[in-house]
């Protein structure tokens, strides 16, 4: 799939499918960004103590069961898990589903763990989605082991992390744009070695670092700009003027789709 749309408008990815109306990275969350206008969806992957690659954001039960216990994951089981929370999607399950809805659009996936690359390279190959795959890591190291692994299959570098989900906490909201300020310097200096280290052909990076500037940079390298989470309108329209070439957003049914 074509990543770099300087001449189209961006594609719109639900981030985690579309969690306001379904549980985020789940199935059915993925098949509602797909039936409310999104161009592909973002799915985060775990792994398990068993070595099965899961949906999930964490190992933090909370997330990965959507409420349905707290705790950590750890030594628990597919199987033990399944029985806390039906939904919980497994790799097979996951690109099952983008073989058969997806067609022409976009699976973003984001690597939360490290150890199974070879095992989702497997997969990616068995079920025939490498052209319309963009794996996506904040740690280089691993982006360039599946360089290695796979080196057809497209590469993003994530800048910056937020496990934590920090910049979505309204309490800290305040203090966002400074910590941005630093972290939007530090992209500036980085990006490029970062880019050459791992050979992706892509950056996923937080809406607030981004600016028309570093989106000629990278475009001029051959490297696409993907936004993440977007979804109030201002920003919207201030990343389509920049030229992203991706949105990624909770709620693809927003305006994402708006032409420059």
Not at 82 to 95: C, G, M
Not at 102 to 108: A, D, I, P, Q, T
Not at 173 to 198: C, D, K, M, N, Y
Not at 199 to 211: E, M, R, S
Request: hydrophobic letters at 45%.
């Amino acid at each position: 799939m074509r990543l770099l749309r300087t001449d189209r408008r961006p594609l719109a990815i639900g981030h985690r499918g579309l969690p306001l109306l379904a549980a985020e990275n789940t199935l059915r969350s993925f098949e509602l960004a797909l039936e409310n206008g999104a161009d592909g969806f973002e799915v985060d992957l775990v792994a398990l103590a068993d070595g099965a690659l899961v949906a999930g954001h964490s190992l933090e039960l909370a997330e990965l069961c959507h409420g349905a216990a707290r705790g950590d994951a750890g030594a628990l089981r597919l199987d033990e898990l399944r029985r806390l929370d039906p939904e919980l999607a497994t790799i097979e399950q996951v690109l099952e589903f983008a073989a058969a809805r997806l067609r022409s659009g976009l699976l973003l996936i984001d690597l939360k763990s490290a150890g199974r690359e070879r095992a989702l390279i497997e997969a990616l190959r068995r079920h025939g989605l490498g052209e319309r795959t963009l794996l996506c890591s904040l740690e280089r190291s691993q982006l360039a082991c599946l360089r290695e692994l796979a080196p057809e299959i497209a590469r993003s570098v994530s800048y910056p992390g937020d496990r934590r989900r920090l910049s979505e906490r309204r309490t800290i909201a305040p203090f966002v744009p400074l910590a941005l300020r630093g972290l939007r310097l530090l992209a500036r200096l980085r990006i490029h070695s970062w880019l050459e280290q791992t050979g992706a052909v892509a950056v996923t990076l937080h809406h607030g670092i981004i600016d028309a500037d570093l989106v000629r940079r990278c475009h001029g390298w051959g490297v696409a700009v993907f936004a993440w989470t977007v979804d109030d309108a201002p920003t919207r329209q201030r990343l389509v003027e920049a030229g992203v070439d991706g949105i990624i957003t909770n709620d693809p049914r927003s305006g994402v789709r708006k032409t420059r």
